[in-house]
């Protein structure tokens, strides 16, 4: 006999059931976001917020963008899925895309953030052992940098606490301090033959919206070129607009060899990308990796849109500007009621570090802000994070600084 189950599909679930059937990974809000529309969300209760948090960087064209619905709704009503034992159109149009907008030549399509990084790593792994033999393997990455959850990438990303206390780690990973150039050229210069990648985010985003200088990416660059090692830009969070150009690294000054991409990449539907050139794709030989679902039609549709809209010269400045009026009103903020340290960060990610007197109060400020109608983010204990819809309306974002005003003055 068949287990019953007690609700089916369309039965009602309450928020409250959360905790009886979920692992407890997470802790998520007590208030659970029904409906989106634009920057606005609204809870089962039909209170509205305005949202500064975008789903960590996620819905850079706000919730139930017309445009995207119809093209995920034009891919349902065709294909859904057909593996990559087949190719479909939206996914050779979407790495079309990808490669003409940037460096790229190459795409491997993949469904998270992780499963980009993952590759890209395995990718550098076997580029180095294929041209230069089996003594090439080190990955250099920094401390407190975030590049996943799979068992690779998250000993890849230098923050302990989320990679503890599983058992033994792969080896071949060193951490070196962020932003510090000079620690990275001592490395190399003691022992740069072994290093096969180096994987960096332009602008660290978990670890408190810390973005990297042009002296320090180049450094890297430098050194990988001198030592045939590979520059891996994890633009997970910084890609798609989000910086106020495509790729974080076209402000930069420097040209990866190896891209990753997601988050926004899809506006909400999971997809990631690994973007490289021709020459360090041939590592990628046919079985040498692969996903069931990437590459998937529905994904790919929505992903080719996305793009679409998000690469052209008034989204892009669009960025920048609302950057500036968000700086400028968290600014004032501050002058009123002195609760930040720094406020930092790339075109719309923005982070907010909190100031001696009010030491690892971010969450305190999430709060009050939720209470408010405002949704934010936090990196870390100390760094209030926001990451917006790129689309917002200037109007929408003064009414979120009023929002935030009125919570940081409740705290
Ligand atoms: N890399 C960076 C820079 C990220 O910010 C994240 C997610 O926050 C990831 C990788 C992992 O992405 P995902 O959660 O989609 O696996």
Known sequence: MPKKTTVGARASVTREMYEQVMTPNYAPAAIMPERGEGSRLWDADGKEYLDFAGGIAVSALGHAHPQLI??????????????????????IRLAKMLCDATFAERVFLANSGAEANEAALKLARRYALDKHGVDKYEILAFDHAFHGRTWFTVCVGGQPKYSDGFGPKPGGIVHLPFNDAAAVKQYFAQQGDKVCAVIVEPVQGEAGVIPATPEFVQAIRECCDAHNALMIFDEIQTGVGRCAALYAYQKLGVVPDILTTAKALGGGFPISAMLTTQEIASSLVVG??????????????VACKVLELINTPEMLSGVETKSHQMIEGLKAINQKYNVFDDIRGVGLLLGCEMNARHRDRAREVLSACADNGLLVLVAG?????????????ESEINHGLVLMDNAIQNL
């Not at 995920?72 to 899925?81: P, S, Y």
């Open 70 to 91: 119809k093209a995920l709704t034009d891919q349902a009503n065709k294909l859904w899925h057909v593996s990559n034992f087949f190719t479909n159109k939206p996914a």
């Open 288 to 301: 040498a990796h692969g996903s069931t679902f990437g590459g998937n039609p529905l994904a790919c549709a």
């Open 381 to 393: 204990p100390n760094v209030v994070r926001l990451a917006p819809p790129l689309n917002i309306s």
